[in-house]
């Protein structure tokens, strides 16, 4: 049975990987890890874990096959490294880092010492935007993050939230980028208020839009194909629009969260991939390219 470790156990860990994970301890050997004792303890117990640690060198003893990183994004360079060093697959929320440098300096080696990074790109795997993925003859794509009501620095709201909807308006693109521009819009106080992305393909234009002041809470993302529209709005409805008809279609009511916003088809195909030695399930390159466009976005 494959050994696999959980570093940190934060609130992403908590509500989108602890439970997909608890149900497959049939499957692997789970062993969490975090510095705070009572949540260890905690955690454990609720779901059943059977093997607790208190640090990253403990948890490397074990000889784990992978870990997923869950610390601050600050943390993980230093973490990815030692982990890779040590011959160990690693699974990293998003941004494996801000510096681009960084990024590409462990890609490169992962790639070097044959070892998956893979970063937690989850919308890819949402049901319903791998729909719209598939979906041939795009022209335009938009993606669009609206909150109520924002707060956070430039650095911080482009790594933590706009990298999100960056990625996923990548993804869904099906020809190479031929051009990038962006524009941050702050306010007066430093914050990030809008930030714009415009991608241009040979046939395909992406527009990426976040409002951190708007006030309401959504996700949705646009794609024009040469036959209909199609949207899909907070992952969990998809509309598709024709001259004949427009088509809702939601989950059943049972569906998990987890399910319909891609972390359990994401978690089950990184560890499928540590154990059958496949195919990284974000791929590098693509990645790299979400960082990169956010790095110049910032920038510019």
Not at 7 to 17: E, P, R, S, V
Not at 111 to 128: E, I, K, Q, S, V
């Amino acid at each position: 049975m494959l050994k696999i470790g959980v570093l940190g156990l934060g609130n992403i860990a908590q509500k989108a990987y602890l439970p997909v994970m608890a149900a497959m301890q049939d499957q692997y050997e789970f062993h969490l890890t975090t510095r705070n004792a009572e949540k260890r303890a905690k955690l454990a117990a609720m779901y059943g874990f059977q093997h607790t640690h208190a640090t990253l060198e403990e948890l490397i003893d074990t000889k784990p096959d992978a870990v997923f990183v869950h610390t601050p994004t600050q943390t993980h360079g230093a973490i990815i490294k030692q982990l890779l060093l040590a011959g160990i697959h690693v699974y990293v929320d998003k941004p494996v880092a801000t510096d681009l440098q960084v990024v590409q300096n462990l890609y490169d080696l992962a790639a070097a010492r044959h070892l998956l990074l893979t970063c937690g790109f989850n919308r890819r795997f949402a049901p319903f935007n791998q729909e719209l993925k598939a979906l041939p003859d795009k022209r335009l794509i938009v993606a669009e993050k609206v909150r109520e009501a924002g707060g956070q620095d430039p650095e911080t709201a482009v790594f933590d939230l706009m990298i999100h909807m960056v990625d996923t308006g990548l993804f869904l693109l099906d020809e190479p980028l031929a051009d990038a521009t962006g524009r941050i819009v702050t306010t007066d106080s430093g914050a990030l208020a809008q930030g714009y992305l415009t991608v241009q393909t040979a046939h395909e234009q992406l527009q990426v839009v976040t409002n951190m002041y708007g006030g309401v809470n959504l996700e949705q993302v646009t794609v024009q194909t040469a036959q209909q529209r199609a949207m899909v709005t907070d992952l969990s409805t998809k509309t598709v629009l024709t001259t004949a008809e427009q088509l809702t279609t939601s989950f059943p009511d049972w569906t998990p969260t987890l399910e319909k916003r891609g972390f359990a088809p994401l978690i089950r195909a990184f560890l499928t991939a540590v154990a059958t030695h496949g195919e990284n399930p974000v791929a590098p390159s693509s990645a790299i390219t979400s960082h990169a466009v956010c790095r110049h976005l910032l920038s510019d």
